[in-house]
């Protein structure tokens, strides 16, 4: 859902020719202009830059994907427990 609102001011003709190919695709001016923004930040790299940052961040987490598996079937129930008792081992509390 579009929600965010921008204006500028273009020239008339190029105003013409955005109205002109909308018509020619039917399609709404906002689908055309939102188009043109996505095209143009695709190009300048700014898209690839937020998805370098997610691969990034999956290649961090990969390793820990799985660390916690134990076979134990009631982990999560049990977890609260078992900090403690570690804690109590460790600390002798």
Known sequence: MKTEVYSWRVSSDIKMALEREA???????????????????HNSGVENEGDEG????????????GALASGNTQRSETASQ??????RQRYGR
Do not use: F, I, N, P
């Open 54 to 65: 997610q691969r990034q961040l999956r290649k961090a987490a990969s390793r820990w994907l």
């Open 23 to 41: 018509r020619r695709h039917k399609m709404s001016m906002s689908a055309v202009l939102d188009l043109a923004a996505r095209e143009w930040l």
């Open 82 to 87: 078992s900090v403690r008792q570690r804690l």
